[in-house]
């Protein structure tokens, strides 16, 4: 899945004078040069956010040490993290969430998920943390980096919005991730695509508790997107991608895993989850 199975409310519009489209339907369109090969469109240099899913793996010899040094050491890791947004002046944009993923799944412990305008603000996140002393136990087992766009497939509707800005931790939990499609996907008419995640969109429309953050990464990291669903109800989204296995789009998936369940969480509550 990418942001191509992203709901979406289709814009109500008035009959045409002398007739037209009825009212209600939505105007449609397909975009037809999707690369912009054909009409050599001009590269956007446009602001976009940047999103880094940075994963985090605990040394057991951290639990070995003295409780005191446990908690000093913490707090400094605390400290540092949570600097990166607080130091920063309110134009930069900078976000960060946390999430704990102890006794969830056993390669990582926390993730840490950042938003910024420029990817050397996460080296600057980063350099922070590798001065703590926690980083010292600490190894990094995924890191995904990507970046916001528009949607070809959703946002053809008119009146949709242009899902430009990430809206991220709304959700009690936060499934994330990686995703490629086949090479065959790319060379599907846009028609036979489009058709494809129209069927996908639809299959997706009654799940509304489940909200999806779509990030591109061509050319930056190795996955194609990098996929992540806020929302309150586990069962919800388990229901969703098994309804999404269904769609004729999912034939074209080349990679969906690993696959994370991330529990949102003040970073001091991630933390005491290290031990």
């Keep these: 899945m990418s942001d191509e199975q992203k709901p979406t409310q289709a814009a109500e ?6 007739g037209g489209r009825p009212a209600g339907r939505p105007k449609m369109m397909v975009d037809l040069d999707p690369s912009g090969q054909v009409t050599q469109r001009e590269p956007d240099r446009a602001q976009r956010q940047f999103l880094d899913y940075a994963f985090y793996k605990l040394d057991p010899a951290f639990r070995r040490l003295p409780q ?3 908690g000093e050491i913490k707090a400094e890791f605390l400290a540092a993290a949570e600097g990166w947004v607080a130091d920063a002046p309110a134009e930069k944009g900078l976000i ?11 390669d990582v412990d926390f993730m ?16 922070r943390l590798n001065r703590t002393r926690l980083m010292g136990y600490l190894t990094q087992p995924y890191n995904f980096v990507s970046m916001q766009k528009r949607s070809q497939y959703v946002n053809r509707v008119e009146g949709s919005g242009h899902g430009l800005e990430i809206l991220p931790g709304q959700g009690k939990y936060l499934f ?12 599907l008419t846009p028609h036979s695509r489009q058709g494809m995640m129209d069927e996908h969109i639809y299959a997706s429309g009654p799940f509304k508790g489940v909200r999806i953050n779509t990030s ?7 996955q194609e997107f990098v996929v992540s669903f806020d929302s309150d109800y586990p069962q919800e989204f388990v229901d969703l991608v098994h309804r999404l296995r269904y769609t004729e789009a999912s034939m074209y998936t080349s ?10 969480k003040e970073l001091a509550g991630v933390l005491e989850d290290l031990g």
């Design 13 to 18: 519009t008035p009959p045409a004078a002398g």
């Design 216 to 222: 591109y990464s061509y050319g930056i990291d190795d």
């Design 68 to 70: 005191a040094e446990r």
């Design 96 to 106: 960060q969430r946390s999430y704990s993923l102890v006794g969830v799944r056993g």
């Design 112 to 127: 840490l998920w950042r938003i910024a305008f420029d990817v050397r603000d996460f080296q600057e996140a980063q350099a």
């Design 255 to 264: 990679r969906d895993t690993p696959m994370f369940t991330c529990v949102k």
């Design 176 to 187: 994330i991730y990686p995703f490629i499609k086949t090479r065959p996907w790319y060379d």
